[in-house]
């Protein structure tokens, strides 16, 4: 059974800090992508990273994966109140485009 | 475009009852899937569908149904409901492109309580 770890599960942050969201697996995903979700609605796509040791960058927000496929970082720089929401990592291993979710990370920023 | 749409928004059952989830997307999207999201436990697949009339089991099918006639609708079916089946049920389509091989849109979910 194929599964995703994420780190840490809450986070909680002063306006203007930088913060890294871990995901972690044994296996080896053929893609991983990144959602964010507000209260009350469904997970909606930040990012999708398929190559090992891809970087991208969305604003402040950076997304790496891993050289060996089985690992993802997010990292906000300069985080803003805006950027409080439910961020879930998600993997594809397989036809059908099936998605293993991770747990999530619930991340609040105070002004 | 709307997108996904999911009915009912809220639900309250009682154990043993049954409803159906409606799902509908107007984007022509030949993928399909059903989600359930528990506190701390992430998003949960509970059945997909590659189109109509193809469906198929995800890691979490027991005590659920799907049907898929159309290409638009992808119904979910709670036949007894249990108090283990109270959840937020998210619906998501997706239709893989080279450029976009793995992007789903979600529904804006249906809160269950089963008492």
């Known amino acids: 059974t194929q599964l995703l770890e994420q780190s840490p599960q809450f986070l909680s942050i002063q306006e203007g800090e930088n913060l890294t969201v871990y995901c972690n697996s044994s296996s080896v995903f053929s893609s991983l992508q990144w959602y964010r979700q507000e209260p009350g609605e469904g997970p909606v796509l930040l990012v999708t990273?398929?190559?090992?040791?891809e970087v991208k960058k969305l604003k402040r927000l950076t997304f790496q994966f891993g050289d060996a496929r089985k690992d993802s970082s997010l990292h906000i720089t300069a985080a803003q109140p805006g950027d409080t929401g439910l961020y879930l990592c998600?993997?594809?291993?397989?036809?059908?485009?099936?998605?293993?979710f991770g747990q999530g990370t619930e991340l609040s920023v105070k002004p | 475009n709307a997108g996904v749409t999911q009915t009912p928004k809220f639900r309250i059952l009682k154990i043993g009852q049954s409803m159906t989830l409606q799902c509908t997307q107007d984007m022509n999207h030949n993928y399909m899937y059903w989600y359930r999201q528990d506190p701390g436990m992430g998003l949960k697949l509970i059945y997909y569908?590659?189109?109509?009339?193809?469906?198929d089991k995800g890691e979490v099918p027991n005590g659920y149904n799907v049907s898929r006639s159309t290409t638009e609708d992808f119904p979910l079916r709670l036949e007894l409901a249990a108090p283990s089946q109270t959840s937020v049920y998210f619906c998501?389509?997706?239709?893989?492109?080279?450029?976009?091989?793995?992007?789903?849109?979600f529904g804006p979910g249906t809160r269950l309580t089963v008492t």
């Open positions: 569908s590659v189109g109509a009339g193809i469906t």
């Open positions: 998600a993997g594809t291993y397989n036809q059908g485009g099936k998605l293993i």
């Open positions: 990273v398929v190559t090992g040791g």
């Open positions: 998501a389509s997706s239709y893989p492109t080279e450029t976009s091989p793995y992007e789903q849109y």
